[in-house]
């Protein structure tokens, strides 16, 4: 799976962070020069350790959902300047990151289990009506959008992106 992933619950130095597919380092880094803040005011703007926003940017992190849209929303761009995915190859978990949410907040606000949006999201669990518009709901896009979506990670050939 391309969303950003622990492979543990606590943070070690075992864990493993995937990146965030379709996020650009260096669309970050611009922007941040061009609004002429430090990695260090950034952070403390964003409430993110400016370290976290150097490994963003040299490509060494993985940026969570909702924090890389604190940072953007910090900077005044959209998110989708920071994860450029071709719309007509978004999948459920790209509509979701580009709401700057995870799978916890999306399960919370639609009203199931970050394990029932991960399941969707994977293509593993049929897209009711009511979860379609749901999500729609929360990604803030059209219903054909997340059906059009999640249609394209059931039908994706083995070992394709999720």
């Known amino acids: 799976m391309y ?40 952070g403390r703007l964003a409430d993110i350790d400016e370290t976290t926003i150097l490994r963003w940017e040299t490509g060494h992190g993985a940026p969570q959902p909702d924090l890389l849209a604190r940072t953007a929303k910090i900077l005044e761009i959209e998110l989708d300047q920071l994860v450029v995915i071709d719309p007509a190859e978004r999948t459920l978990a790209d509509l979701r990151v580009l709401a700057g949410l995870t799978q916890q907040q999306l399960g919370s606000r639609i009203g199931t289990s970050y394990q029932t949006v991960s399941r969707v999201e994977r293509g593993q669990s049929r897209l009711s009506d009511t979860l379609a518009d749901r999500i729609a709901g929360a990604v803030g896009v059209d219903r054909a959008i997340v059906v059009d979506a999640h249609q394209r990670t059931r039908t994706r050939p083995p070992g394709a992106r999720v």
């Open 3 to 42: 969303s950003y992933r622990k492979m543990c619950s606590d943070v070690c130095e075992n864990c493993v962070k995937r990146a965030l597919y379709g996020f650009q380092p260096g669309r970050l880094q611009a922007a941040r020069q061009r609004s002429g803040m430090s990695r260090g005011e950034l």
